[in-house]
């Protein structure tokens, strides 16, 4: 297999993968009413509406602001705060949209580009990562806060969710 076929296949696995895991948060949501998705048990956690903020604004810095040069508006302190400035159906939507540019920037990458060094974070610890570590770190962390939001989901309605193959019972 080329070196060109192997980036292929790992571009069109991110998006894949992000796809899915849209899904699977939406899922969620829909079985969510608005004060479960802001619901916190304390002030030492953080609620969906907190995790789907922080999401986009991870993904925003990264891939978008990262890799395809758009302004770095991050502003990371305001995804974790005890009240968020934005309604749950706004957080959902920013999430949507973000993770839908995203996987356009990805899919659209040329494999070329993928060892291109990017400094997602200039004021933060992640420094001068090529593209590829770039998408597979985002990959990653949106498959941990999904894993999360599963956890919450199942909590919140003591509710089986069903998400893949339907189990005998």
Request: with cysteine; proline share 5%.
């Amino acid at each position: 297999m080329s070196t060109s076929a192997v980036a292929d296949n790992f571009l069109a696995y991110a998006v894949k993968r992000l796809e899915h895991l849209q899904k699977t948060i939406a899922a969620c949501l829909d079985k969510l009413t608005e004060d479960q998705i802001t619901y916190r048990s304390g002030d030492y956690e953080n609620s969906i509406a907190n995790l789907l903020v922080h999401l986009e604004g991870n993904m925003r810095q990264w891939i978008l602001h990262g890799i395809d040069d758009q302004p770095d508006v991050r502003q990371r302190d305001a995804e974790f705060a005890l009240t968020l400035a934005i309604p749950p159906a706004e957080a959902r939507a920013r999430f949507n949209a973000t993770i839908e540019e995203s996987a356009r920037v990805i899919a659209a990458l040329p494999p070329d580009r993928l060892l291109a060094i990017i400094d997602p974070q200039p004021t933060g610890l992640a420094r001068h990562v090529t593209i590829l570590e770039a998408i597979f770190k985002i990959v990653g962390h949106v498959e941990t806060h999904t894993g999360q939001i599963i956890l919450l989901t199942k909590q919140l309605t003591a509710a089986d969710l069903d998400l893949t193959i339907p189990r005998k019972r």
